[in-house]
């Protein structure tokens, strides 16, 4: 949604600096939440995912895989973001970190409406 507000649509006044009202908003949760989204992750991770690959599990969600590998660059890409200075790795950060948000919410989505195997 916030990206959207940034780069798709018009300021309703022309000395606007953001494209929808909501933007600004939108940008302070986003920023507020990820600490407690990568602190929910961290306790996924230590009572679902790491559990079951220390036992020996067989993975039966090919979608878990992709959230395990898409969490690392998310976040990561989140965090360079915000203390890059140059334009040219500013913008890079910006399309891997909105590529691999979007990602990750779609192999979610995937995650959890997804029946489990039998194994």
């Known amino acids: ?3 959207w507000m940034r780069y798709f ?10 494209g929808h009202p909501w933007q600004p ?3 302070h949760l986003h920023v507020l ?3 407690l989204f990568v602190f929910a992750c961290g306790l996924i991770w230590y009572g679902h995912v790491f559990s079951r ?8 969600h090919r979608s878990g895989l992709a ?7 998310m976040i990561a890409s989140g965090y360079l973001v915000q203390v890059s200075t140059g334009e040219l790795w500013r913008t890079a950060w ?3 970190h909105g590529l691999t948000g979007c990602a990750f919410v779609l192999a979610y989505l995937v995650h959890q409406l997804s029946p489990a195997k039998a194994g």
Do not use: C, H, K, N
Request: no cysteine.
């Open 1 to 3: 949604m916030y990206a």
């Open 9 to 18: 649509t018009e300021p309703e006044d022309e000395f606007a600096v953001v």
């Open 25 to 27: 908003m939108a940008q």
């Open 33 to 35: 939440a990820a600490p």
């Open 53 to 60: 690959l220390r036992s020996g599990f067989r993975p039966r």
């Open 67 to 73: 959230l395990a590998l898409l969490l690392f660059p």
């Open 94 to 96: 910006i399309w891997i």
